[in-house]
């Protein structure tokens, strides 16, 4: 008997099977496993405590996951015989750090759900939000549900990861192809008030660049020479262990230390809310943590696509 109630009944819990089964959910482990994500939140701020640039380090490692087909945890994946890791893309080689840290989180939560319920890709998204917290920064609610990638794509990596040599129309249509606009690619370049670069990616900027405060350009210069010294650090903006909103208050004073960073004041359609965000920093948390979802939603594996990996470095 089929019952005009019953088929809604039906047809609406047919809904809600498919929503859970499909899309990624903030609530996805409070009943599998509920100590999962104060157990992520521990790991992260005894490693963040040990080092402060590993919140930033940590935040770096969700961004370059989900840009490389998606938020599936492929950028941890060691090499194999069919497939070369996207450790060693341009961009990530001798750059990306944190695999230490993530191994510790995923052995903490597996320890504590005892038995491995957690993907690396979910466990990546949420240490990036942990971290922003650590650092002072605004927190939001992680849709979680993301699982394992079993393979990974170094040439995939090397052609979509953005570089710091773009200028903006590149890195607008660099967001663009994952979906993203130029909101997000403003909100989520503040991503850079946290964290470190080498000199050998920011020379070219601090020797060659017209659009650059000469004061800055002569200090960066001092500890970054035209030879040698390519591994040398300097911080995105001058206080790289606090989520503020000084990455934007230096682009506004021609400060940026990448090309791609002051592309996004320099004349062109993204002046007005880099100025925005440097003025406001309610209007940059609150755009940051909308922007950080939409990127954590690029092309997750949900359902029973891909695996919970056991090993974040392997296949299982
Ligand atoms: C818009 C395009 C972007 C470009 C071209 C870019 C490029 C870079 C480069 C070249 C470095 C320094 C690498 C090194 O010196 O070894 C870096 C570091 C970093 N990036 Fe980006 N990035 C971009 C967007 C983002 C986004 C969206 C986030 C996160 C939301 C992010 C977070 C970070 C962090 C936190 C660091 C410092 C990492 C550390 O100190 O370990 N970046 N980025
Ligand atoms: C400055 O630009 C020139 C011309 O593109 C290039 O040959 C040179 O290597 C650059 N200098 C630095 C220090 O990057």
Known sequence: MVSPTNFLLHAFLWLALAATAFSLSPNFYHNVCPQALPAIKRVVEAAVHKERRMGASLLRLHFHDCFVNGCDGSLLLDSTSSFETEKNARGNLNSVRGFEVVDQIKAEVDRVCGRPVVSCADILAVAARDSVVALGGPTWKVRLGRRDSTTASRTLADNVLPSASMDLPALINNFKNQGLNK???VALSGGHTIGLSQCLIFRNRIYNATVIDPAFAKERRAT????????????FDPTPSRFDTAYFKNLVK???LLTSDQALFSGGSTDKLVETYSKNPNAFWVDFGKSMIRMGNIKPLTGKQGQIRVNCRKVN
Not at 225 to 235: D, E, H, Q, V
Request: glycine share 16%; hydrophobic share 15%.
């Open 254 to 256: 021609e400060k940026g």
């Open 224 to 235: 970054c020479p035209r030879t040698g010294g390519n591994t040398n650090l300097a911080p």
């Open 183 to 185: 909101r997000d690619l």
